[in-house]
C-alpha cells in the first residue's frame, strides 16, 4: 500500500523529477518512493527527537523554580 503523500510528492516534482531521481539512485535507493519515503521519515524522527529535548528541558527547569523558597529571588 502506498502513501498518498509520497505519491502526491512525486507527481508535484515537475521539473526537478530528474534531479530527484538521480539524487535516490547516488545514495542507494531502489525508487523515488522509496527515497521520499525515507526522507519524510527522517523529517518525523527530528521533530519527534526536537519534541522530546524541549520537553526534556522543561523538566529540568520546573524544579528549579520550585526550590524557591521567599520571593525576593
Known amino acids: 500500500m502506498q ?3 509520497i505519491v502526491k510528492i512525486i507527481e508535484n516534482l515537475k521539473g526537478r523529477r530528474n534531479y530527484e531521481e538521480k539524487r535516490a539512485s547516488k545514495l542507494g535507493f531502489a525508487s523515488l518512493y522509496d527515497y521520499f519515503e525515507d526522507k519524510i521519515s527522517k523529517k518525523q524522527k527530528a521533530i519527534e527527537d526536537e519534541q522530546k529535548e524541549l520537553e526534556a528541558a ?5 524544579p528549579k523554580t ?3 523558597s521567599c520571593g525576593c529571588c
Open 3 to 5: 502513501n498518498q503523500e
Open 58 to 62: 522543561k523538566a529540568v527547569d520546573q
Open 66 to 68: 520550585a526550590k524557591k
